[in-house]
Every structure is written in C-alpha cells, then in structure tokens.
C-alpha cells in the first residue's frame, strides 16, 4: 500500500525557516517524480515543486524560487522542502505528492502538515 | 488568480448530471493532458479523472472527462448528495514549465 507521511510543520515567526519531510513506503521510490503542493486555508491546490527520480531536475512556482528547496534522500525513501524567508502567505497545509500520471499528474497525497507563518 | 479558469460553484439536485468546465490555453490544457481531482473538506485530493478521459480502478463511470483544443469538462451524471465536494482540474504548463490548477468548484446537491 501506497503511504506518504508528512511531518515537520508547525507555527514559524515571518522570516523563519522550516524544513518538511515526506516519508514514502509501500511503493518505489526511485521511480517516480515528488512533488510538494499546498493549500492556504479556505482556498484552491497551489502547486509548490516538482523533483525528479534521481534529484537532477526541479522546478518551483514563482513565488518558491530562491526561498525554497526540494530535496529527496532516495536511501531513506524521503522527499524534503527546505522553506525559507517564510511569510505569512506560505501559510498552508503543504502536501506531499507522487506523480504517477502524465502531465504532472497526481496519483497519491499524503494527509497533509500545517505550516502557519505568524508572530 | 489561477491559470486554468473553473466555475467556482455549481449546484444540481440528486439523480441529476453538471458539467464542470476549465479553461486555458495553449501551453497547458491545449498541449497537456487534463486531470481532475476531488477534494472533500478536510481530506487530501483524489484523483477523479487522468489523460483527459481516463478513470483510475474504484471511481465509478457516473464520472467522464472530456477535452477539446484548451477546454476540459468534467461530467457527472446520477448526481448523489456524497458528490458534494470540491473539484480541481489540473495539468502541466509547458510555457511556464510549471503544475497548474484551476480555482476549484464547489459541487452543491441539493
């Protein structure tokens, strides 16, 4: 059975940092693309990044770039978003994700971790 | 502002079918194929709907999809009160090289 598992989130100062972790079982993780997408409270999907198997590709929405990283630890079955320079607008459930569809689609979600930007 | 553009509430009474649209353009639903999810409150997404038409084993075929030049619909006939939820149309931008997903509608049975 297909699990991913998110933790790490939590309530951090405007400016802060925070680092997620996605843990992924049940499946291999080698094969597939990650991805991070999250959802502001009351409000729509918003897509944060995409990583390749191997980690040598990745891409970010605007405005993620330059303040965060995706990362994966393929020994550890891990998927990482390194977040920082946080704001109060990065204040969302953040989603683990495996593509396992053409055009970015995605086939399994975790449950979700909140991170709320607030002093 | 999303990219992709969706109705952001729709309503239908039991038994009855809606369509739920998406708009976009060239560089993602024009040259991408189209997923659609579906979202109840407080659960992660579900994917309804892959490569336009297909359905994953397990969702029923009261679900469809459709797509023409840079336009996505989702059908859903035999409307039933547990179909209220949100749903999200979904694909890859090609131009901006980026996921994009439309604002979701609010899927009413009453």
């Known amino acids: 059975e297909v699990q991913l598992v998110e933790s790490g989130g939590g309530l951090v100062q405007p400016g802060g940092s925070l680092r997620l972790s996605c843990a992924a079982s049940?499946?291999?993780?080698?094969?597939?693309?990650m991805s991070w997408v999250r959802q502001a409270p009351g409000k729509g999907l918003e897509w944060v990044a995409n990583?390749?198997?191997?980690?040598?590709?990745?891409y970010y929405v605007d405005s993620a770039k330059g303040r965060f990283t995706i990362s994966r630890d393929n020994a550890k079955n891990s998927l990482y978003l390194q977040m920082n320079s946080l704001r109060a607008e990065d204040t969302a459930l953040y989603y683990c994700?495996?593509?396992?569809?053409?055009?970015?689609?995605?086939?399994?979600w975790g449950q979700g971790t909140l991170v709320t930007v607030s002093s | 502002q999303s990219v992709l553009t969706q109705p952001p509430s729709m309503s239908a009474a039991p038994g009855q079918k809606v369509t739920i649209s998406c708009s976009g353009s060239?560089?993602?639903?024009?040259?991408?194929?189209v997923l659609w999810y579906q979202q109840f409150p407080g659960t992660a997404p579900k994917v309804l709907i892959y490569?336009?038409?297909k359905r994953p084993s397990g969702v029923p075929d009261r679900f469809s999809g459709s797509k023409s030049g840079t336009s996505a619909t989702l059908g859903i006939t035999g409307l039933q009160t547990g179909d209220e939820a949100d749903y999200y149309c979904?694909?890859?931008?090609?131009?901006?090289?980026?996921?994009?997903f439309g604002g979701g509608t609010k899927l009413t049975v009453l």
């Open positions: 994700a495996r593509i396992g569809y053409t055009s970015s689609g995605f086939d399994f």
């Open positions: 049940g499946f291999t993780f080698t094969n597939y693309w």
């Open positions: 990583i390749k198997e191997d980690g040598s590709q990745k």
């Open positions: 060239d560089s993602n639903i024009g040259s991408n194929h």
């Open positions: 490569e336009d038409n």
């Open positions: 979904g694909t890859w931008d090609g131009g901006l090289t980026v996921v994009v």
